[in-house]
């Protein structure tokens, strides 16, 4: 573990000492704190909660906010007239060491508040949101949460709310080494429940798509279900957390004064939806942080996916198959686990390549879409089938010059090998042009191999991609070499 750095004005006492920790059962579900037998000193790291602001003055949130900022024209970030926001809030950051109310499962996060749902709630402008996430990393985020989203449905596209700027924002966060956490999403107005894709952003490179889970291991049918953007499951069922002041239901007994959902309107009572499940997510992603500042978010993604408890008919859920499936993707949050991994050591090399998922042009944002090609002319990275999946290249060539391409994967035919012609913008999604591909490597051995003549000057996109069938996590040998034709 890394050396241990002192957090001021905190001290802990595990276990939860909170007057409603009996109604926190989701953090003994989430393993939340048994790794450590005594309370722990971590680094401090900075979670941006982007969703409808936060209740400045509510007691929990004192001293354990950073900074904020509102995107919606007219409005502070300091009022939460929705709720949905400061209930985020709380369940990563809640003072753990007052001994009222709750205790936020990640006792070294420091808050960035970035309101972009307005006070009618009639919805997230994308341009809010993208500008939520530029501000974040500016702010210096470490983990992102939103507990947001838009439909995806690639059966039919008229329904489907991809958005290129949303990718832009995501993979600028990427680049800038921050781990996003995103609601896989509630079915609620879905075309059918349960829906069987995961909402946008969670349905994005690199963003940990998180599912919800009931106390007794089920999965409800409206939380979104995926086969690829589903990578983890927490509690998202009958969730106890903070709400501002002004949503406190004075008529209940004994509530004047108790800014908690038990004493919230019905919805906050019975709190329920992956966005509730999210937070925990970015929560245990800043304990990590906490203990080990250097991780990359690529290795701090691997450690949460690939510790979770699987779910599966003997843990509760009858729906859900051994192993990764569309329901819990990797399994149950267990961050005891997450943290005895990291303690073993056992750690995914950086891809320093990412984020490369695209073709294209530079987006608004200081990073290339496809990483430039050479030198060196061979280079060594890797792929993850259900987060990291597709890899670019761009690279100039010159008519008339042959060109050579070899793919030497860790796994035999686990990777696919195309060259792109110039002027590509997408080789990933419905809006891919097959037509646009200049040639495809063929396998030789245990290799994928390429030679194409150059009809014309320009700039050429080389994508590797998992193949067909092929699943897991790979790493490659990439190199390339021209001649005269």
């Known amino acids: 573990m890394a050396a241990a750095l002192a957090l001021p004005g905190i001290a802990l006492a595990f276990p939860n000492n909170a007057s409603l920790a009996s109604d926190q ?3 003994a579900m989430d393993r939340a704190w048994d790794y450590w037998p005594q309370p722990p000193q971590l680094k401090e790291v900075k979670v941006a909660v982007i969703d409808s602001g936060i209740d400045y003055g509510h007691p929990e949130f004192a001293g354990r906010i950073a900074a904020g900022r509102s995107f919606v024209s007219g409005t502070t970030w300091k009022r939460d007239t929705d ?52 501000w974040a990393v500016r702010e210096g985020a470490r983990v992102i ?3 947001l989203g838009g439909q995806r449905d ?12 949303e990718r832009n924002a995501i993979e600028y966060a990427v680049s800038k080494d921050v781990v996003v956490v995103a609601a896989v999403g509630n079915g609620t107005s879905a075309p059918s429940i349960p829906w069987i894709y995961a909402d946008y952003p969670a349905a994005l490179p690199h963003v940990i798509g998180v ?17 690829v953007y589903v ?55 800043a304990l990590l942080l906490g203990v080990d500042p250097k991780l990359t978010a690529d290795q701090v993604i691997w450690l949460l996916e690939r510790s979770a408890t699987d779910e599966n008919p003997s843990t509760g859920c009858p729906n859900c198959a051994a192993g990764r499936d569309s329901l819990t993707g990797w399994g149950r949050l267990d961050v005891d686990r997450a943290l005895t991994m990291l303690e073993d050591g056992k750690l995914p090399v950086p891809d320093r390549y990412e984020p490369n998922d695209e073709a294209g042009e530079s987006g608004p944002y200081p990073y290339s879409g496809a990483h430039p090609f050479g030198p060196p002319r061979t280079i060594s990275a890797s792929l993850d089938y259900w987060d990291d999946p597709v890899d670019v290249y761009s690279i100039s060539l010159t008519k008339g010059r042959r060109l050579f391409v070899r793919l030497s994967p860790s796994t035999r035919d686990a990777a696919g090998l195309v060259l792109w012609k110039p002027g590509t913008q997408r080789v990933d999604g419905p809006t891919a042009e097959t037509s646009e591909q200049a040639a495809t490597g063929v396998s030789t051995g245990n290799q994928k191999l390429l030679t194409y003549l150059v009809p014309a000057t320009g700039t050429y996109y080389v994508e590797v991609r998992f193949a067909p069938h092929a699943q897991g996590h790979i790493t490659y040998a990439l190199s390339v070499a021209t001649k005269p034709g």
């Open 25 to 27: 059962w989701y953090l």
């Open 83 to 134: 709720g949905h926001g400061t209930f985020v809030a709380g369940l990563i950051a809640a003072n753990p060491a007052g001994g009222e109310g709750i205790a936020g499962l990640a006792f070294n996060a420091k808050l960035l508040i970035a309101k972009v749902v307005p006070p009618d709630d009639e919805g997230v402008s994308l341009e809010a949101e993208v500008a939520a996430i530029k």
């Open 145 to 147: 949460n939103l507990s």
């Open 154 to 165: 690639p059966q039919d596209l008229r329904l489907d709310q991809y958005s290129a700027a």
């Open 211 to 227: 599912a919800a889970l009931r106390q007794n291991g089920s999965v409800p049918a409206w939380s979104n279900r995926d086969a």
């Open 231 to 285: 990578d983890i499951a927490a509690p998202g069922d009958d969730i106890v957390s903070t709400i501002p002041r002004n949503l406190i239901d004075t008529t209940q007994p004994d509530c004047v004064g108790v800014p908690y959902s038990t004493c919230g309107s019905p919805e906050f009572r019975d709190a329920i939806g992956t966005s509730f499940a999210a937070p925990q997510v970015s929560a245990a992603a």
